[in-house]
């Protein structure tokens, strides 16, 4: 026992943290490994090998004083890997080790947690380089960074150019292209040949905004680069006479300038200017005017024959072999230079003037292999890093040019790219089978693998990395964009998991929410703070998955879309079991009981049940049931809703039918006459589904909650279901049936999607499709003395109450549906988990706390700081709806006012120089069509109708004249109105030929006269309108369709 725990001391150096946001965080170091193995021999008395839960609090409630009991009885069960109630010391060892992998993997802990970005490029030939050009020059901050520290986005642009010339601008968003050919030359005839174009390397010159391009043509040209891309224009050249550039580097400090290349002859040639911003990059007096070309130019070697003190030129010869990279390290002072056959790499010290020579440093590979594909340098760690044809990341040593110090596996093909990140101490890698790796320089060890999905097959050509927005920019023929942790539009960004929730729990004992998204990960989040502690993979297929907690809620039972039913250890993120029994792939419902496990799926009338030993697995069928969307259980009762409405309940001792239910039908508890049907289920055999409904984020049919604590009597509900936005109140006795129901919605096409109840069940929580959450206080909801108050709705004889409980509160929680709504265990928090990819936490009286993966918190200092919410007993008496379900007649005969108008001021004066004709003549139907009222004209369509402070007076003035001489629109008037169910026509009457319907093609057609106001009257106007000349201004603003003209 004592020499495993040996071998574990160094796994738990990093990983000794157990239970966050309590006491127990500072218990169990490395240190004290020794101290806790004696611990445990001594605590054994029984020498069973382990500890029970008594013999485990006490043990360390001797050691750990300050460590609270009911901590340490919850610490004992998160041990507890296989749950059979005892700890032995290899479990909390397993325990920690597992813990610290499974939280290494979690997505706050990596660089690039978001899913990339693809964005399509549409090239016919790969993208040679990708750069970013920021709009402000700043220089990047190299000191370290956390992963948790947050920076400003830095706002700038994308550049991208591909081997035949197309140079493109994107935002730093990677839209809205702007395409450069740059093969067309600016004095170009008009269908002139233009000559191809092969660009090598493209690099940015940040002090003189300047983009230096190099191509097969011996000619480096430097492109003006400016916010503006149509501005782009070439500025000079450099013309390399014999030589052609392979790849080029630059480096500054805002005031030295050190622009270098390497050609395919092996030479390394380098620029310095000691002060770029004022005087330039290359000597202005050895530039000259070509009568062929409308830019300035200067040859090589006259630069190189041309000295001076603000300027330096230097060429050497590095080896037989083409540059492929050549990089700066101003901490080295030196070139390092790789060549094409990856056999060596140079390290080329600058000379000190007035020297001229460069001292060379040859790094070789040993044998036949190929270390040197890539090269950079970590200052933090002071080693030189190269890549390899083997995919070995290999750390050298600058003055030790024999042997490597270090070789990293991550990779199983050539390496194509490095890059480091000095803010973050991390490398990051790229092979040439589409692999990246990030790798951290403190523990060597590699943080994330990347597997690049979604490119074309041909290889990756550039990679950039920009490290003031931790962005990674991969390219072949189009780009990939991965967003990077570590500014604040990155964290704007941030959600709780990548893809829709499945579901999300809250364990009252751990404190913790696990919840399962649609990508197959499992995430365990703590209450306390908001941050994740455990992520773990239940499925790589990923879709829909249910899950759901045994009944001591040690465990977590998930069922995804292969069928199988699996348990989890979810503290540490181990599968305790996999059943053997393949069940639908869409599950609706989990529920336990005793050691029965009940589960439901779409498109099924069949409810499965899994013995958890593994010994009796069958199945229940009934005829009332056909697509099972939610199920509960009660005492020894089953229930089971069905999307046709229907609501079966079965005696789970007996696997008898009791009764059903269907609001739609009967408010009455029905006797069934079909009786259900039973049998064993075989082992491994794949159930056959049913084509039908298509999954959806949201559960969309009905929904059933037992109030377990309540009395099952014929005057009690002990049912609450959900249908078309209602909450029903059902007693599930013979004699018993629909108590109340009220309408829990306000959107008219919003149903519910999730309820809940706190422990005590006397609040009930909702949430709809809408996003909405809703608490209502249910102390005497659904029972037969309430059902007597009023307003009532009568059902084949039954009185129903409509009268809702009290509305405790209500906001809007997410976007989109939501997914599950609970309480905390103290009644004063609720966790929300929505569709939109997000759960968040919320006080009782719906002030936002957080959004888990987002924000950190104190729970417990919310907890105190919010006054305690008592509900409020629904009294007796008129009760006031909360949500609209009897409309006022006045009321709906506004709304409707409100509608013609918003339909006339939309017709009438919205922009329609984009409309074609058929457009127009179905407008001008609906104008024609719309009903009149003779009350007053809405304010918004006088403010709309008068354009001029002139005219509104003067409106105002006749109006006022006007109101002495009218009657009020309630009053009798002689103005006869149009009838209510009569088109709006101009005239005594309608169209004749409006009223005569014909038919074609099984479709009613109405026909209309083309002129229908020729020899038509006009009616008067009602009296409190506009007046009629600047109506008839109005009215001209109007196009009609050429056919009415």
């Known amino acids: 026992m004592a020499s495993y725990a040996d071998s574990a001391e160094e796994d738990l150096e990093v990983n000794a943290t157990i239970c966050e946001g309590n006491s127990c965080s ?163 005839l008009p269908f002139s040949h233009h000559k191809k174009m092969c660009v090598k390397d493209m690099l940015y010159i940040q002090e003189l905004k300047q983009l230096a391009i190099s191509t097969s043509d011996r000619e480096l ?152 594909t890539c090269v950079e340098y970590s200052p933090s760690a002071e080693v030189l890093l190269t890549g390899g044809t083997d995919g070995l990341l290999r750390l050298w040593l600058p003055h030790k040019k024999d042997s490597c110090q270090k070789s990293l596996v991550g990779h199983v093909r050539p390496i194509t790219n490095i890059v480091v990140n000095r803010m973050d101490r991390t490398v990051i890698t790229l092979s040439d089978d589409k692999i990246v790796c990030v790798w951290s320089l403190k523990r060597l060890e590699c943080r994330q693998s990347i597997q690049i999905q979604g490119m074309r097959p041909a290889r990756i050509s550039s990679m950039f990395y920009n490290i003031l927005n931790n962005d990674l920019v991969l390219a072949n023929t189009d780009l990939l964009k991965y967003f990077g942790r570590g500014t604040d539009v990155f964290k704007e960004t941030l959600t709780s998991h990548d893809k829709p929730l499945c579901n999300a729990l809250y ?54 879309k292969d069928g199988k039913l699996k348990l989890w250890n979810f503290i540490n993120g181990l ?17 336990c009981m005793d050691d029965s496990v009940f589960v439901s799926g779409r498109n099924s009338n069949r409810i499965f049940v899994l013995d958890m030993e593994g010994y009796d697995n069958r199945f229940l069928e009934h005829d009332y049931l056909d697509d099972i969307c939610s199920m509960d259980v009660h005492e020894t009762t089953l229930l089971a809703a069905s999307c046709n409405g229907n609501i079966v309940m079965w005696d789970v001792g007996s696997r008898e039918v009791l009764y059903w239910l269907n609001g739609s039908q009967s408010p009455r508890t029905c006797m069934t006459p079909i009786r259900g049907r039973t049998g064993c289920l075989p082992v491994g055999k794949k159930h056959k589904e049913e084509t039908g409904r298509k999954h959806t984020d949201v559960n969309t049919g009905p929904i059933v909650l037992c109030l377990k604590t309540r009395e099952v009597n014929v005057h009690t509900a002990t049912l609450l279901t959900s249908a078309d936005g209602f909450i029903n109140a059902w007693s599930v006795k013979s004699k018993g049936g629909l108590l109340g129901k009220f309408r829990a919605v306000n959107d008219e096409d919003a149903i519910i999607t999730t309820m809940s109840t706190d422990v005590n069940e006397k609040i009930l929580l909702t949430g709809d499709s809408t996003g909405m959450i809703c608490q209502w206080d249910i102390q005497r909801f659904g029972f037969k003395e309430q059902a007597k108050t009023g307003p009532f709705e009568h ?90 379900y009897f409309r006022p007649e006045n009321k ?41 009222s003779i009350d007053s004209v809405n304010e918004k369509f006088k403010q709309q109708s008068i354009r001029s402070a002139q005219q509104c007076a003067s409106v105002v003035q006749k109006e006022a004249e006007h109101t002495s001489k009218v009657q009020l629109p309630n009053s009798k008037s002689s103005f006869k109105p149009h009838p209510p169910q009569s088109p709006l026509i101009r005239g005594e009457t309608a169209h004749p030929c409006l009223k005569k319907p014909g038919s074609k093609n099984g479709r009613v057609i109405k026909y209309q006269n083309k002129h229908t106001l020729q020899g038509m009257v006009l009616t008067p106007r009602p009296p409190d309108i506009v007046p009629s000349k600047q109506r008839f201004e109005l009215t001209k603003k109007l196009r009609f369709p050429p056919a009415f003209l």
């Open 26 to 188: 500072r218990m169990f170091s490395a240190e004290q490994i020794p101290e806790i193995v004696a611990l445990f021999e001594e605590a054994d008395e029984d020498g069973g090998g382990g500890l029970d839960m008594e013999e485990f609090c006490v043990l360390f409630e001797r050691s750990y004083p300050s460590v609270k009991k009911e901590e340490l009885k919850v610490l004992h069960m998160q041990i507890d890997t296989n749950c059979d109630g005892t700890v032995d010391l290899g479990e909390l060892l397993d325990f920690l080790i597992a813990k610290g992998n499974a939280s290494a993997g979690l997505d706050f802990k990596r660089p690039f947690p978001k899913p990339v970005e693809f964005i399509p490029v549409g090239h016919y030939k790969e993208i040679v380089r990708v750069i970013f050009r920021p709009f402000e020059d700043i220089e990047p901050d190299h000191g370290f960074r956390g992963l948790n520290e947050t920076r400003t986005y830095q706002r700038g642009q994308y550049i991208s150019v591909s081997s035949d010339g197309a140079l493109t601008f994107w935002t730093d968003s990677c839209t809205n292209p702007f395409t450069i050919p740059l093969y067309v030359k600016e004095n170009a």
């Open 221 to 372: 040209l430097f492109y003006n680069c400016t916010e503006i891309p149509s501005l782009c224009s070439v500025n000079h050249s450099l013309i390399l006479e014999e030589i052609i550039v392979n790849t080029m580097n630059y480096w500054s400090n805002g005031t030295k300038a050190m622009f270098s290349f390497g050609d395919v002859k092996g030479f390394l040639t380098v620029f310095i200017s000691y002060n770029v911003k004022k005087n330039g990059l290359f000597n202005r007096d050895a530039f000259q005017k070509i009568s062929l070309q409308d830019y300035p130019t200067v040859y090589v070697s006259n630069l190189l024959n041309n000295h001076s003190q603000d300027f330096l030129c230097l060429k050497v010869s590095i080896f037989s072999d083409i540059c492929s990279q050549i990089q700066y390290f101003p901490v080295l002072n030196s070139f390092a230079i790789c060549g094409s056959l990856s056999k060596t790499m140079v390290l080329a010290a600058l000379p000190n003037p007035p020297k001229t020579t460069f001292s060379k440093a040859i790094f070789k590979s040993r044998g036949d292999e190929e270390f040197f």
């Open 507 to 560: 364990h009252s004992i751990y404190k913790k929410v696990v919840s399962v998204c649609q990508k197959g990960e499992a995430t365990v989040w703590d209450v306390l703070t908001g941050m994740a502690v455990m992520q773990f993979e239940v499925t790589p297929y990923g879709g829909h998955t249910a899950i759901a907690f045994d009944i001591p809620q040690r465990r977590l039972i998930t069922v995804s």
């Open 575 to 591: 599968l305790l079991e996999d059943f053997p029994v393949t069940l639908p792939s869409e599950v609706t419902g989990i529920v």
């Open 795 to 884: 059902i084949n004889g039954w009185r129903v109450s409509l009268c809702p409980p009290p509305l405790l509160g209500t906001w809007q929680s997410h976007l989109s549906g939501v997914v599950n709504v609970q309480f905390d265990s103290d009644c004063q928090i609720i966790i929300t988990a929505g569709s939109d990819c997000n759960i968040q936490l919320w006080k009782n009286t719906g002030d936002h706390i957080g959004l888990f993966g987002k924000d950190e918190w104190d729970a417990d200092a919310n907890k105190t700081a919010q006054k305690e919410r008592r509900p409020v007993s629904a009294g007796k008496g008129n009760c006031q709806l909360p949500f609209k």
């Open 892 to 932: 709906l005969k506004k709304k409707q006012e409100d509608n013609l108008y918003d339909k006339i001021d939309e017709l009438l004066f919205l922009p329609r120089d984009d409309l074609t004709d058929d457009e127009m003549d179905r407008m001008y139907r609906r104008l024609m069509k719309i009903q009149p």
